[in-house]
């Protein structure tokens, strides 16, 4: 994340393999139009960007750690190469929320130098998959699963934001998002349907990560007020067309979907739930991001 700019790779039309690795990033924001809307509060733009930033930057970074340790070769590549299309995703907007909020803060100093609090990601993004780095299998596919068909679901409809760098984030991600959600499903079937003992652990997986689906589809107030201005995307319209695909792969499995309850949320002084979305996060998140942040903490303004 050390390039000079993140932008330019949104408008390349001949370099789909390799926008989220920095390259190409010669003149930032060509062709791209970075004017907020007169009428969009540009401190809720920034937040809703660094919301959805956080999500993917936060699953990159928990599905790193599958790196030498997925079941197959094959799976070790595919989930370093996910891993990359979320840090893309992350990159560029992380990149728009610095840039509208105009503190001096990059994507670097967004990504490596808030704190725990400061992040407004999904708690399901992440959630601790069990033991040891990485986690269980089953549960790693059961939340990429989940997650990635919510968010190609609003990825579909950001397309049309009014945010024209938002829209064109939205349109690369799709791509990503839709091979995604289809590796998840393909592994979903072939745990689900496969041996008594894959059958077990996949229920167990859905069990672990489904709790923290209803906060997927719930609105937060900037993404409301947004969402009235054409700019984002209420989570609530999702759910209908997220639920029909979970129902499918979950039917394809000879899966249940689970009846687990969702996770309660910290109750304000305002009688409001909060989560994710509020820098609420779980045990989990603290570990998390020390270690992402080790790095750039130890050495602070390094290069190389």
């Known amino acids: ?5 993140a932008y330019e790779a949104i408008m390349e039309g001949s370099d789909e393999t390799h926008w989220a690795f920095g390259t190409g990033f010669t003149d930032a924001l060509s062709g791209v139009d970075r004017a907020v809307p007169s009428d969009v509060d540009s401190g809720d733009l920034a937040t809703y960007c660094l919301m959805l930033g956080d999500d993917a930057l936060v699953l990159s970074q928990r599905l790193s750690e599958w790196c030498s340790r997925a079941p197959e070769l ?7 190469n996910i891993a990359l299309d979320l840090l893309g995703q992350a990159r560029m907007l992380l990149t728009r929320a610095g840039e509208i909020e105009g503190a001096g803060r990059d994507e670097d100093a967004l990504a490596y130098l808030r704190e725990e609090h400061e ?4 708690q399901l993004s ?12 089953a549960t790693t596919i059961a939340r990429l699963l989940v997650f990635s068909s919510w968010r190609l679901a609003l990825s579909q409809r950001l397309v049309s934001s009014r945010d024209p760098v938002l829209a064109a984030v939205a349109a690369k991600a799709v ?9 998840a499903a393909q592994w979903t079937i072939r745990l689900g349907d496969g041996t008594e003992y894959s059958r077990e652990r996949m ?5 672990r990560v489904w709790p923290f689906t209803d906060e997927l589809f719930t609105a937060h107030p900037v993404e409301t007020r947004l969402a009235a201005v054409g700019v984002a995307v209420d989570p609530a319209t999702l759910r209908s067309e997220v639920d029909g695909v979970l129902d499918t792969v979950l039917g394809a499995a000879s899966l249940d979907r689970p009846t687990v309850g969702s996770l309660s949320t910290v109750v304000g002084r305002d009688g409001a739930g909060r989560g994710g979305r509020d820098g609420v ?24």
């Open 281 to 304: 996060h779980t045990e989990a998140f603290g570990y998390l991001i020390a270690e992402m942040q080790h790095i750039a903490r130890s050495m602070p303004g390094a290069t190389w």
């Open 126 to 137: 992440e959630v601790d998959c069990g033991p040891g780095p990485g986690g269980d299998f």
């Open 119 to 122: 992040f407004r990601n999904v």
């Open 1 to 5: 994340m050390s390039f000079d700019n």
């Open 175 to 183: 791509k990503e998002l839709a091979y995604q959600r289809d590796h």
């Open 203 to 207: 229920i167990a997986g859905l069990d």
């Open 74 to 80: 094959e799976e070790d590549v595919a989930l370093a």
